[in-house]
């Protein structure tokens, strides 16, 4: 079996530290293993279409923002093809044959659509495209024979519910004509669901709670130093917490050794740090500097690369839109195949 891998993200916004660990990360390990015959990496306009209907203007500028975030991070374009959902429009076709195999009892039953409603506060008012976006999901998947999906566990039951299609439009078409796709998970908690700035949720633009990928140093500085702490931890020579404090939680995610080393060599590693801080007598400005030093460091020169990629934003869109045509008669291949296996192929009846 080949192996091709398949991510995407909605351009909603910029992309934050909060990605960087849950996924760039993943990709980035991906993409430098090799050993993969496509790698695929779709901004995925269709779908943040579906709860932005009328914000078209932010889901638009929002690709280009997004592709420089990919490429600023490291993700090598000529390893992997990233490409806009909505220049493969084979996906929609594929969906209106998917849509026929779900029950609207089952779509009702995934639990991250169940939260996004709940965040969302749609009432009566969710549109039906929003509620069927999983099986939109399901398309970009499948009509790339993907089978190592990178995603964080929110996604989840999004992949369940692709290998269900896949499984029930090979049962009821015949076998084999579409592949399961796997999800890989992130390895650690932290990677999977990094807290936001003020503690309390996860780092996400709508909460206004994140440090971005292209953020300026003072910016990072002064969000560094506003992170929420442990707040009985007054004086410095108080006994501190680090469960929910996010100082640690963000060391538990970006700081190495090496970063001891360089910037604070009193101390080993984590462990030692932690240790100090629950006994009292290690301040929170100690704690901060060094993370600040730490995101200092690994942001910088994705900034650089960013500013040189921002003075070329032609060649970037002519990227994507070659990246499309090539998608797109991948996706071609796998409708084509569906549609014979369904009997739908009316070509034959011309003589
Ligand atoms: N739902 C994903 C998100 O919100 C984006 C996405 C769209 C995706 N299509 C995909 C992810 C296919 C993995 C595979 O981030």
Redesign the pocket.
């Known amino acids: 079996m080949k192996n091709v891998i398949?991510?995407?993200?909605?351009p909603t916004g910029n992309l934050h530290i909060g990605h960087y660990v849950g996924?760039i990360s993943n990709r980035l390990k991906l993409q430098e293993k090799g050993g993969y015959d496509k790698f695929y990496i779709?901004i995925?306009d269709t779908?943040a279409l579906t709860d932005n209907a009328d914000k078209v203007d932010k889901v638009k500028n929002n690709i280009i923002q997004v592709a420089i975030d990919y490429l600023s991070a490291g993700i090598d374009p000529e390893k992997v093809n990233i490409f806009i959902?909505s220049q493969v429009p084979e996906l929609s076709e594929i969906t209106m044959y998917f849509m026929n195999l779900v029950s609207v009892a089952r779509l009702n039953r995934n639990p991250t659509i169940k939260e996004e409603i709940k965040q969302r506060g749609f009432s009566n008012s969710m549109p039906v495209g929003f509620m069927c976006?999983p099986i939109?999901?399901a398309a970009?998947?499948l009509a790339f024979d993907?089978n190592i999906?990178?995603?964080?566990e929110?996604?989840e039951p999004?992949?369940e519910q692709a290998r269900e299609i896949a499984r029930s439009f090979n049962s009821t078409y015949g076998e084999k004509v579409l592949v399961e796709p796997k999800s890989v998970l992130p390895e650690t908690k932290n990677q999977a669901r990094l807290v936001g700035l003020d503690g309390k949720l996860k780092m996400s633009k709508s909460a206004g709670n994140c440090i971005y990928l292209k953020d300026e140093p003072e910016v990072i500085k002064q969000k560094v130093m506003s992170a929420y702490t442990d707040p009985n931890h007054i004086k410095v020579s108080d006994p501190g917490q680090v469960k929910g404090n996010v100082v640690f939680e963000y060391l538990e995610a970006f700081a190495t050794e090496e970063s001891f080393k360089k910037y604070l060599p009193e101390y080993k590693n984590l462990d030692e740090l932690k240790a100090h801080y629950k006994k009292g007598g290690l301040g929170d400005v100690k704690i901060k500097m060094f993370l600040n030093n730490v995101l200092q460091e690994l942001l910088a020169p994705i900034r650089e690369r960013r500013k040189e990629l921002e003075k070329n934003v032609d060649k970037i869109y002519n990227m994507l839109f070659e990246n499309g045509k090539k998608a797109r008669q991948h996706a071609a291949k796998t409708l084509e195949r569906m549609k014979n296996a369904m009997g739908i192929d009316y070509t034959k009846f011309l003589k």
């Open positions: 398949l991510t995407g993200d909605r996924s779709m995925a779908q959902q976006y939109s999901q970009d998947i993907a999906i990178p995603v964080g929110d996604q999004m992949l």
